[in-house]
């Protein structure tokens, strides 16, 4: 068998261990039947919109053509998020997502000193033991334990240096460098990738951060610019040899590029701090808690079971009623950048391992 933890099970984890008991795969699996309709999620729109305009297939397409299909790409994903009819709000942020993408189209070439690879890919590889090196870090079951994500984007630069890239929407200030620096999510893509893509060693990280409010800062109706020409000369290879500064950031008032190389001594931690935490998360002596803060339990879907849980009561008939069993997620067939298991590999283990 094997247990397989993501980046959202990694941070619940960490985040408050009841909210995690009660509702990662591994655990006891529970989501509310009924869940209020959130707010759209203008950052998963973004990504989406940016994996097409992106997409390497269309890479070398004039950019005049790849537009419309980024802002389709936008209409899709805020249609598909939700059921209810359009209603001003929806056309408002639809507008807002618009302009902000156009806004993009026009400054992106400035600093998209590179060519992608891969859009939207998910990945899984094996945790390392740090106890045994060469070896695969086992539950006490003697369960393989994986680790799994989606990188938004993945390029090669012009010097041969693989790149992972993450887009932000920033609604605030810009991310805090040393924020930055501490990415795990993204630090656990570029030690995981060249285990999933064998030899294709990742130079660094990289932050594209737009403000939520970009498409009101440039000039409306500016045409997208073209790029110039990025020459790589090999793909599907170890990374060139590069050096240079740590942290590059660049940008205007309403986009910044920030560039982060990483070393293998700072992979090598992100992959020791993973397995420390797989390891205690799949103790059998693991400690079940609550972590109470106002920022937390204000998202948490599981509230009312947990009140229940601090008073001494039995959660199991609310479980029974307002919770079920949480089920896979469903493959999107034809998702764009979406791969098969099978990149210098067989077939896929199966997926979940079945609760405890
Ligand atoms: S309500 Fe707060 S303390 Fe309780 S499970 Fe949720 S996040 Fe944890």
Redesign the pocket.
Known sequence: MVYRIDASDRTAFKR?R??WD?SSHNRQNLEPIRRPPGPIDLTRALRDALAVYYFPGMWEWDRVIVQPLVHQALDRSVRGQTEAPADQSWQELLAQGHALLDAYAAWAPTVDHFTPIRVETDFEVNVSDPATPGTNLLTPAGDEVRYGDRVDLLAVDADDAYWVIQHRLVTEEWTDRDALQLDEQTIAWAWAWPQFYLGMQITGTMYNEIRADAGGMGTPGTPPAQRSPVRHRRMYARSGTVSGERLHAEGTEAFRRTRIRRGAAELAAASAALAAEATAATSPNVEIY???APA??AR?S??AP?LLLNQGEDPTAEFSTSYRDRPLEPIQEGRLGGVTWSMNRGAAPPRWASRS
């Open positions: 408050c009841r909210e009660l609550p972590s109470p937390v339990c948490c599981y509230r947990c």
